[in-house]
């Protein structure tokens, strides 16, 4: 989606408020993409210890023997972001990840 946003022009405030008051509303986006828009990526929560929590789900699911590939992607794209030196920065900055896999920056222009 951001890769058609990045040259259609739309202003992307107006569409995070848009989206906000519908089906794809949730905490995060209302609290967490007008920083990310910003490029604000001080912790309210930090990338480290989102993925100690990530890696006891990965153990007890192993334990389990469940298989939880979606929580298993994002403890793997939190990891690149560590690996950029990010484990103290909000978990708003996996953007910066996905950004990076898209070739895109998401942010507001004007």
Known sequence: MYQFLKGSGLDLK?????????????????NLAPRV??????????????QKDLRLVLQEADRLKL?????????HLFHALESQGAGD???QALVRVLEQLAGVE????G
Request: hydrophobic share 40%; glycine share 10%.
């Open 14 to 30: 107006k569409m995070q408020h848009a989206i906000q008051g519908g089906a794809a509303g949730s905490w995060q986006r209302s």
């Open 37 to 50: 828009l910003e490029r604000d990526f001080a912790p309210g929560f930090m990338v480290k210890l989102q």
């Open 67 to 75: 298989s939880l590939p979606a929580t298993s992607l994002v403890h």
């Open 89 to 91: 920065e909000g978990t």
């Open 106 to 109: 998401v942010k507001q222009t």
